[in-house]
């Protein structure tokens, strides 16, 4: 998993954005077409980022080319660099919910460390209630949170933060290790 992610990192760094916004894809996609003259859809992207949920291992052909973008020969060389024997294996996918699919009334379970879980109920437009909240100082049962979109191994970031009517304006937490679950109840 620490190369998976590694891997993830560079290619950040290397197209110069966070990887949250769909748009992000396309310029990513575009981008290792500039300098390799070869085609990664941008779904396959998407699917690499955990973005998409179909559990699908990339091609080899696909990882060789990431390897290209990256400054490498091919894959194995890029794995070489980082330490470990080459082995496709390492992506794996990252379960992600499409939010704006989810039904009104829809119970969901959060975690992340340390020992911080959410218990929401899909209210619609992207908005949930707060049922039930363990180890956070932050949100509070009853609060109403606006999520476009959760991701396992991704930050857990809301849009906004209604508390008693007053927008408490956005919360970003599970910064370094990601959202551990997400779980439809």
């Known amino acids: 998993m620490a190369n998976e992610n590694e891997i993830l990192r560079r290619l950040k760094e290397k197209v110069g954005l966070d990887m949250t916004r769909s748009v992000d894809f396309d310029v990513l996609s575009q981008s290792i077409n500039d300098l390799t003259s070869e085609n990664l859809s941008v779904n396959t992207l998407k ?24 400054g490498y ?56 209630i707060v049922n039930d ?7 509070k049962k009853g609060d109403v949170l606006t999520i476009t979109q959760l991701a396992v191994g991704h930050r857990f970031v809301v849009a906004h933060v209604i508390r008693n009517g007053n927008d408490l304006g956005a919360y970003e937490s599970a910064k370094f290790k990601g959202v551990k679950s997400v779980e439809i109840l």
Not at 52 to 58: E, G, I, S
């Open 133 to 139: 909240v363990e180890e956070s100082k932050n949100i």
């Open 73 to 128: 020969a091919d894959y194995e060389s890029l794995i070489k660099d980082l330490g470990e024997d080459a082995d496709i294996s390492i992506f794996t996918p990252i379960d992600a919910l499409e939010v704006q699919e989810l039904e009104k009334g829809t119970q969901l379970r959060i975690a992340y460390d340390p020992n911080r879980v959410f218990f929401l109920t899909y209210l619609g437009n992207y908005q949930f």
């Open 47 to 70: 699917r690499l980022f955990g973005f998409k949920t179909d559990k699908v291992v990339p091609r080899h052909s696909t990882m060789d080319i990431i390897g290209q973008y990256l």
